[in-house]
């Protein structure tokens, strides 16, 4: 079988920026700077990321220390500590924590997913007293800290934001590149870059759980179905390309079990649904974890917020300034977060709108639609998206499915652009691991919900 025709979809050399556009990642902030280039993510050791509490701490990788033991007197309910995890993704540490405490998987709380290639720290509770537990639990490249009781869970969503220290590496050597390093640094403190959802919120060898979230909008359980299962993409491994092309040519749901390998674990028990279920492909679907059907569904809101700001910009539009028909909120006094109260732009308010923007007290918002967003609330979206509904052939009403019950994908605002807080620049010394290149060390803060990645793409281009 050739590669022709083992690939669904296939990306010209694998090229990030190609697959980026597949997920509507399309602008620069810094198109007019000339790129340093490089590459990250090599070494799982050249990305840190740790959370901040809304207190504005760090969370430490190395600090550990006892406190007082679980006490019904104190009501204490919860079981916090630090994660520290090395090379995994949020999900899967939990799951092997869940299974060695033999607990369910839901009694595990946290605020917020971190990078999978990575070190990174971040708060996880567990409802009940499991401190000694923890204290011996010994798992690989996962470690416990600061294990202490606390009355409330760690909730998602409740840091402030996320530190990043991170090493670009395999830069050619270019002329006056600390210079130029230092003109980002400055402009991306100053101005900011376009808030789009990263590639690993799509999936970054497989970038298609927007697809599958939409399908499942749609209630189209066979299609969801193949794109979870038998689509390829020129970014996976062969041996994941292999299987899933012979399923595909095939149909052959037991062959299929049998060689789809065991990390594909979810695949394996959906095509075991349909061997004991024939055509039962809503039924395959729903083996999946309910959190993952809801990332799936929560992926197709973050495509959509992505082309909408791609197209706008596509239309000439600043990424800066605002224009007639955009939505601009107000930002809280204590920690900078967007607040409900909003106002559109091209009317009484402009002056004070302006002024806002100038000082960083409001930013830009485009919904992410949901079920409860109201369109008329954001002029320019509301045009920009029926464009793409138009184009891509959805309904406009897709978060009207029955998929979504009442408390789900209500819809929210998020910042069109985003800053740093302080973007640092460390570091400027020969690559090691790369003779002849050289590399930069890199220190800053986002907000939760932003991605260092998208910060990154605008140096390395």
Do not use: C
């Not at 590459?39 to 207190?55: A, G, P, S």
């Not at 002329?175 to 402009?187: A, G, P, Q, R």
């Not at 049998?258 to 004991?276: A, D, G, T, V």
């Not at 008329?376 to 979206?381: E, G, V």
């Amino acid at each position: 079988m050739s590669e022709q025709e083992i690939d669904t979809y296939s990306f010209r050399e694998n090229d990030t920026r190609e697959v980026e556009k597949f997920v509507g990642i399309e602008a620069f902030a810094t198109h007019k700077l000339s790129r340093i280039g490089g590459e990250y993510k090599k070494n799982f050791k050249d990305f840190v990321v740790r959370e901040i509490d809304n207190n504005g701490k760090i969370i430490s990788i190395k600090e550990d220390y006892k406190t007082h033991p679980f006490s019904e007197e104190l009501k204490d309910r919860y079981t916090t500590f630090n994660l520290i995890k090395i090379n995994k993704d949020t999900f899967e540490a939990i799951r092997h924590i869940s299974k060695i405490l033999k607990i369910p998987y839901n009694l595990i709380n946290y605020s917020g997913l971190k990078d999978k290639h990575s070190i990174s720290a971040q708060k996880i509770s567990i409802k009940g007293d499991y401190i000694e537990n923890l204290r011996n639990l010994k798992l690989k490249d996962i470690f416990i800290r600061n294990i202490h009781p606390t009355k409330k869970p760690v909730k998602l969503g409740s840091h402030w934001g996320n530190n990043f220290t991170i090493l670009i590496r395999n830069i050619e050597y270019q002329k006056n590149l600390k210079s130029k390093i230092v003109e980002y640094t400055n402009f991306l403190n100053t101005f900011g870059f376009p808030n789009y959802f990263g590639l690993q919120r799509f999936g970054s060898f497989r970038p298609n759980s927007h697809i599958v979230g939409r399908s499942l909008l749609e209630r189209d359980f066979k299609k969801a179905f193949e794109d979870f299962v038998s689509t390829t993409y020129s970014t996976e491994s062969a041996e994941s390309k292999k299987v899933r092309a012979e399923f595909r040519k095939t149909r052959n749901l037991e062959k299929a079990y049998m060689s789809f390998p065991k990390s594909l674990q979810y695949e394996r028990n959906m095509i075991h649904h349909l061997i004991e279920h024939p055509d039962d492909y809503e039924g395959s679907i729903n083996i999946l974890p309910s959190d993952l059907k809801t990332l799936l569904i929560s992926s197709f809101q973050s495509y959509l917020f992505n082309k909408m700001l791609s197209v706008r910009i596509q239309k000439g539009f600043s990424l800066f300034k605002p224009i007639k028909g955009d939505a601009i909120s107000i930002l809280d006094s204590y920690n900078a977060n967007i607040t409900q109260v909003k106002y559109i732009y091209g009317g009484l308010y402009d002056n004070y709108l302006n002024k806002a923007l100038k000082l960083n007290r409001a930013v830009i918002i485009i919904p992410i639609i949901g079920k409860y967003t109201n369109l008329d609330d954001f002029p320019l979206m509301k045009s920009l998206f029926e464009e793409i509904a138009e184009q891509e052939k959805f309904d406009k009403n897709i978060f009207s499915s029955k998929m979504i019950n009442e408390q789900e994908f209500k819809g929210s605002i998020r910042a069109m652009t985003v800053k740093p807080t302080t973007l640092k620049f460390l570091k400027l010394e020969s690559d090691d691991l790369n003779p002849g290149k050289e590399k930069i060390k890199l220190e800053f803060s986002l907000q939760r919900g932003s991605y260092a990645t998208m910060l990154i793409r605008e140096l390395i281009k």
